[in-house]
């Protein structure tokens, strides 16, 4: 059956359930103009379609950034800011206003709020147990490490602030626990380019890559090494980074929210 929905994707995130190692499930932050919601797919490994399950939304889900699948059913999404006027939108991203939120959408087919109080929620991430959840801060600018609760709250255990970069995606290696987060390092460039990329533009925001070593006791954050930084010819926006390994080569994906395609970088070079 034909999709017939809009489909103005935003953030997203793939599920593999053990129990069933052949179904994938895809979960899109979905702009649509009625109202914004999250759309749920499911994936035959092996076939070229997806088919639609659901879509839901909520008067919670106002202004959703990123979404994390907990199972094939529930997912936690970050609610960016609290504002929705553009004037409102922008002050509160100058000043940092911790008003963003993050919502918990659970077994019970009902949304919840689960932690409040963070500046510009933005990527959010699991660990492979499920036990922890990573949620960039971007005003902050931080990583937020939170453990959830039965009824889907959210426990703020530790947080790691940089300084000169500000983070936007992150993604967890589930072999080692660790995660990558992308970011960039010159905010006011990065803004410039979202604001004239369509009519032409000579800002290329310089981005970077960090490492993120949880130590030994949550609340000690991470120990933080960066593995790749670039001046914004590589992939200009750089939003997204991710491990990638293929024929025993490990490789870092690079993605951009306002690019077509993805750069490569393998053991410090580009492919």
């Given at each position: 059956?034909?999709?017939?929905?809009?489909f103005?994707?935003?953030?997203?995130?793939?599920?593999?359930?053990?129990?069933?190692?052949?179904?994938?499930?895809?979960?899109?932050?979905?702009?649509?103009?009625?109202?914004?919601?999250?759309?749920?797919?499911?994936?035959?490994?092996?076939?070229?379609?997806?088919?639609?399950?659901?879509?839901?939304?909520?008067?919670?889900?106002?202004?959703?950034?990123?979404?994390?699948?907990?199972?094939?059913?529930?997912?936690?999404?970050?609610?960016?800011?609290?504002?929705t006027?553009?004037?409102?939108r922008?002050?509160?991203?100058?000043?940092?206003?911790?008003?963003?939120?993050?919502?918990?959408?659970?077994?019970?087919?009902?949304?919840?709020?689960?932690?409040?109080?963070?500046?510009?929620?933005?990527?959010?991430?699991?660990?492979?147990?499920?036990?922890?959840?990573?949620?960039?801060?971007?005003?902050?600018?931080?990583?937020?490490?939170?453990?959830?609760?039965?009824?889907?709250?959210?426990?703020?255990?530790?947080?790691?602030?940089?300084?000169?970069?500000?983070?936007d995606?992150?993604?967890?290696?589930?072999?080692?626990?660790?995660?990558?987060?992308?970011?960039?390092?010159?905010?006011?460039?990065?803004?410039r380019y979202?604001?004239?990329?369509?009519?032409?533009?000579?800002?290329?925001?310089?981005?970077?890559?960090?490492?993120?070593?949880?130590?030994?006791?949550?609340?000690?954050?991470?120990?933080?090494?960066?593995?790749?930084?670039?001046?914004?010819?590589?992939?200009?926006?750089?939003?997204?980074?991710?491990?990638?390994?293929?024929?025993g080569?490990?490789?870092?994906?690079?993605?951009?929210?306002?690019?077509?395609?993805?750069?490569?970088?393998?053991?410090?070079?580009?492919?």
């Amino acid at each position: 059956v034909p999709f017939t929905q809009e489909f103005r994707v935003h953030g997203f995130d793939i599920y593999w359930d053990s129990l069933d190692p052949t179904e994938l499930t895809f979960m899109f932050v979905n702009h649509q103009r009625t109202g914004d919601g999250i759309s749920i797919f499911r994936h035959k490994i092996g076939t070229k379609y997806l088919q639609h399950v659901k879509t839901v939304k909520s008067p919670l889900l106002y202004a959703p950034n990123d979404v994390v699948a907990m199972s094939r059913s529930t997912f936690y999404a970050t609610n960016d800011m609290r504002s929705t006027s553009r004037i409102m939108r922008q002050i509160e991203i100058f000043f940092g206003m911790a008003w963003g939120h993050i919502v918990y959408y659970g077994h019970e087919s009902m949304f919840t709020t689960a932690a409040t109080g963070i500046s510009y929620p933005n990527g959010i991430a699991r660990s492979a147990d499920g036990n922890t959840i990573y949620v960039a801060a971007s005003s902050e600018p931080s990583v937020n490490m939170f453990r959830p609760a039965s009824d889907g709250t959210l426990a703020l255990v530790g947080k790691t602030v940089f300084k000169d970069f500000v983070p936007d995606n992150v993604s967890v290696d589930t072999t080692t626990g660790q995660v990558l987060v992308s970011g960039f390092l010159n905010t006011f460039e990065m803004f410039r380019y979202n604001h004239e990329v369509l009519s032409g533009t000579s800002a290329r925001p310089a981005a970077a890559v960090r490492r993120l070593r949880p130590l030994a006791y949550p609340r000690m954050g991470f120990a933080v090494e960066n593995v790749l930084s670039h001046d914004g010819t590589l992939l200009p926006a750089t939003t997204m980074a991710t491990l990638q390994t293929k024929r025993g080569v490990q490789r870092i994906l690079l993605g951009s929210v306002m690019a077509d395609h993805i750069a490569i970088c393998r053991a410090g070079s580009r492919i």
